[in-house]
């Protein structure tokens, strides 16, 4: 299993969770995993990039298909994303985010998805393999505190999905989604506790589950699905 933005949250809660169920990992991030995310070097091999970089990513892609050395992928997991914040916690809109910024939000959240599915597409061929993308609520309702180009850029996650199920699939490789909602990493506002009320479970998310839904869309147990987004979100979506 490849995944992104692996050092901490939904990413470390789902390799810790992959391992435990017998899986070899490679995982990537830009930054050096923390302590607590440290892997066991036999079952788990970590390259660290700047996926929102071009050049970086074309590097990855080389470095793990040369450590892959011609065996199988059976999963790649988009996971790694970015929602650009402001100093003073205003939302960032249509209006008032920096376009550069939005290019930013895409080139991590839309376009590196796209390019790794296409950079390791070979290799999940030899797996027949399922791709899972790491999408959001807010990309199908206007959220209160994740800003546009987040949104947008993980609405169009969900469209490429769609379309990569279909593509994909003559590769005998699934693809599907996961869009989570409230879950307590490190990206979640302060202030979401807020909408908890608007959760029919009443509580936030913690990142194992998503990490489970994750594992299910990669494992045989799923070998009929492609093509769906599962939302884990307590319900959340349903308002």
């Not at 650009?84 to 590196?112: I, M």
């Not at 027949?128 to 505190?145: C, E, L, M, R």
Request: aromatic residues 8%; hydrophobic residues 45%.
């Amino acid at each position: 299993m490849l995944l992104t933005g692996a050092s901490r949250g939904i990413g470390h809660a789902t390799v810790q969770l992959f391992m435990r169920r017998g899986w070899r990992v490679l995982s990537c991030s830009r930054d050096t995993p923390p302590p607590e995310c440290r892997l066991d070097p036999e079952r788990a091999h970590h390259i660290a990039a700047d996926l929102g970089d071009a050049a970086s990513l074309d590097r990855f892609v080389e470095e793990a298909n040369a450590w892959l050395g011609g065996r199988p992928l059976h999963a790649l997991v988009n996971n790694a994303g970015w929602s650009p914040k402001t100093p003073f916690k205003e939302r960032l809109g249509c209006l008032n985010g920096d376009l550069a910024a939005w290019r930013q939000v895409f080139e991590l959240n839309f376009f590196a998805p796209l390019k790794l599915a296409r950079g390791f597409a070979a290799a999940l061929h030899r797996g027949q393999g399922a791709i899972v993308n790491i999408t959001s609520i807010a990309g199908h309702a206007i959220h209160p505190f994740a800003g546009s180009a987040y949104s947008t850029s993980k609405a169009a996650l969900s469209s490429l999905t769609r379309e990569m199920a279909n593509e994909f699939a003559e590769l005998g490789v699934r693809v599907n989604a996961v869009a989570p909602g409230e879950i307590e990493t490190a990206m979640l506002s302060p202030e979401t506790e807020v909408l908890i009320p608007r959760i029919p479970l009443q509580r936030l998310g913690v990142p194992d589950d998503v990490a489970g839904a994750i594992h299910y869309l990669c494992s045989e147990d799923s070998a009929y699905v492609t093509g769906t987004e599962i939302y884990v979100t307590g319900g959340q979506h349903l308002f």
